[in-house]
C-alpha cells in the first residue's frame, strides 16, 4: 500500500550498559534482579551532598567500541557535561550526560539485503554515555520512588532523520539491539526496559502543488521494535489526517512531545508538551575531561567480527539469510557452525544441518563431514538419518556400519536397477515412447517406478543416470 505522504523519522536508541556497577559510583548495577527498592544506592547515585562521581572505565570502554563498531570517531578529549531538571526519580536536580563533546562522533548503520548489498544507510549523528534516572511506581494514589536504576550506564545512539518507513525504522532498532549484543556490552531486554527509544516523526507530502513539511513529534520512552514501527505509522497518520482536518499542526512551529502508551499501542496525547525544554546544560566541574586513546587498553578495544561481516561471509557461501539471521542471535550455534565450518566442511550444509536436524551440534566434526558426504552422494538420505543423530554424538565406532545397521545406507546395485528398467520400460511403452522424444516429466515417472522397485538398492542419482542411458539406447 503505498501512503499519501513521505515519512521522515530519526531514533534515539538509549541501552542500559550491562557493567558490574554503576556510571559514578561502585552500587551494583543490577536494578532488575534488585530483592527490594532502593537496595543498590549509595551517597553518589542520591546525590547526596559533597559525594563525588567517578566515572566507570568500563563503561567509557563499551561506548567507545561501539562507536568504532559504527564507523565513528572519538574526540581526544571527551568530557561530562550537567543537564538540569527536576523530576521525583533524580534526586540530585540534574543528570550527568554529555553535550559538548561526547564519546562518539559520526558513524553509520548499514542494513543489507538478502545478497548482503547495503540496502540503506541510516548515519548516526553522535553517541553519549549519561546515568539512567530512577524508576517511578505510581499506586493507590501515591508516587513511590525506587533508585536502584539511578546512576546506571546508558548509551544513547541518535540517529540522523534517515529512515523512510516504520519498517526500515524497526530494523534500525533491532540491528541496534543485535550489535550490542554482538559486542557484549549489553543484554538490551526490552522487556526489562533496557533498551527503549525516542522516535521523532515528521512527514512530507504536496498539496495543491505545495510541499507540506509538518512539525515533529517526539514519541518517548518506545520500548520494542514492534512499538516503534506501530508508533511510527500511527503518528504519521495522525499527523496527516489532523493536517487535512486544519488542526494545530498547520501553524504550529515547534516539535510536540508525547508518551507512547504501550497497552493501547498508541501515541499518548494527553501528554503532548511542546517547545524546547531549557535544561542549564553546564559542564561538570566534578569530572576532569577524559581522554580517549590513552586511559584504555588497546587490547580491549580490538572489535569482534562485526554482524555485517558475518553476514556477507555466510551469504557469500551459501547460507540462506533467513538461517544466516538465526545464527547471528544465537551464539552457542553460532560456535557450533564456525567450529564446523572451519574443519572443513561446506557452510551451506553445515547451515542446513544446524538449523533443521536436532543433535548436529553435539556431533564430532568428522561424522558430520562423513553424514554431508553420504547425503550428497546419494547413499543416505537426510531425512531418513534425522531421527537418528542424536544418539550418533555419543557412537565412536565406525560410522558405515552404524548406518548400515539402521538400514540407513543405500548401496546402489546396477544389476538390479538394470533388472527394474527392463521390467517398467516393459509395463510402461507410452511413457518409454514420450520420454524419448524428450517429455522430461514421463523420464522423471519411469525414474521414480523404478525406484519404488529397487528400494534400498538403488541411489537415486545413479538410478536417474541408469534411466537416462536406457531411454538413449
Ligand atoms: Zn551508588
Known amino acids: 500500500m503505498s501512503l499519501p505522504y513521505e515519512i521522515v523519522c530519526g531514533l534515539e536508541v538509549h541501552v542500559e ?14 536494578p532488575f534482579h534488585a530483592a527490594e527498592a532502593n537496595l543498590h544506592v549509595c551517597p553518589v547515585c542520591l546525590g547526596l551532598p559533597g559525594a563525588l562521581p567517578v566515572p566507570n572505565q568500563e563503561a567509557m570502554r563499551r561506548v567507545i567500541l561501539l562507536g568504532k563498531a559504527l564507523g565513528g570517531t572519538s574526540p581526544e578529549l571527551a568530557r561530562f557535561d550537567r543537564k538540569h531538571y527536576t523530576y521525583p526519580d533524580l534526586p540530585k536536580g540534574y543528570q550527568i550526560t554529555q553535550m559538548q563533546a561526547p564519546f562518539v562522533n559520526g558513524g553509520r548503520i548499514e542494513l543489507l539485503d538478502a ?21 517511578l511506581q505510581h499506586r493507590d494514589g501515591k508516587s513511590l520512588v525506587d533508585l536502584n536504576r539511578a546512576g546506571v550506564p546508558l548509551v544513547e545512539m541518535v540517529l540522523e532523520p534517515d529512515c523512510s518507513s516504520a519498517a526500515q525504522a524497526r530494523r534500525v532498532f533491532q540491528e541496534m539491539q543485535q550489535l550490542v ?29 505545495e510541499e507540506v513539511w509538518t512539525p515533529v513529534t517526539e514519541v518517548k520512552n518506545v520500548n ?25 499542526v498547520r501553524t504550529r512551529k515547534a516539535k510536540i512531545t508525547v508518551g507512547w502508551d504501550e497497552d493501547s499501542q498508541s501515541v499518548n496525547m494527553q501528554r503532548a508538551k511542546e517547545g524546547a525544554a531549557d535544561y542549564r546544560y553546564l559542564p561538570e566541574p566534578d569530572l576532569p575531561p577524559v581522554r580517549t586513546s590513552g586511559e584504555l587498553d588497546p587490547s580491549l578495544m580490538v572489535l569482534p567480527e562485526l554482524p555485517n561481516e558475518f553476514r556477507r561471509r555466510f551469504l557469500k ?17 553460532r560456535g557450533s557452525l564456525e567450529r564446523f565450518v572451519g574443519g572443513g566442511i561446506a557452510a551451506g550444509e553445515v547451515a542446513k544441518w544446524l538449523a533443521n536436524v536436532p543433535g548436529t551440534a553435539a556431533l564430532p566434526t568428522e561424522t558430520l563431514a562423513a553424514l554431508v558426504a553420504h547425503t550428497s552422494a546419494g547413499t543416505v538420505s537426510l531425512s531418513a538419518v534425522k531421527p537418528f543423530v542424536p544418539e550418533l554424538a555419543a557412537y565412536t565406532g565406525e560410522l558405515d556400519a552404524w ?23 516393459a509395463t510402461n511403452p507410452d511413457a518409454v515412447a514420450s520420454a524419448r522424444a524428450g517429455e522430461a516429466r514421463l523420464a522423471g515417472f519411469l525414474v521414480g517406478q523404478v525406484l519404488k522397485r529397487v528400494g534400498k538398492a538403488g541411489i537415486p542419482a545413479k538410478v536417474q543416470e541408469q534411466v537416462r542411458e536406457a531411454l538413449q539406447s
Open 17 to 30: 550498559l550491562s557493567t558490574a556497577t554503576k556510571m559514578f559510583c561502585r552500587c551494583i548495577n543490577d
Open 115 to 135: 545478497q548482503g548489498e547495503v540496502e540503506s544507510t541510516v548515519r548516526v549523528h553522535h553517541i553519549h554515555l549519561e546515568e539512567d534516572a530512577g524508576k
Open 181 to 209: 549484543r554482538h559486542l557484549g556490552i549489553a543484554t538490551a531486554d526490552m522487556e526489562k526496559g533496557e533498551m527503549r527509544a525516542d522516535v521523532n516523526i515528521s512527514i512530507r507530502f504536496t498539496h495543491d502543488g
Open 224 to 248: 520494542s521494535s514492534r512499538a516503534v514501527e506501530r508508533a511510527i505509522e500511527t503518528e504519521a497518520q495522525r499527523l496527516y489526517d489532523e493536517w487535512l482536518a486544519g488542526g494545530s
Open 317 to 333: 557461501d551459501g547460507v540462506e539469510s533467513k538461517l544466516v539471521e538465526l545464527f547471528l542471535g544465537d551464539p552457542e550455534l
Open 403 to 425: 548406518l548400515r545397521e539402521r538400514h540407513l545406507l543405500l548401496e546402489h546395485d546396477t544389476l538390479a536397477v538394470a533388472q527394474a528398467i527392463t521390467e517398467v520400460f
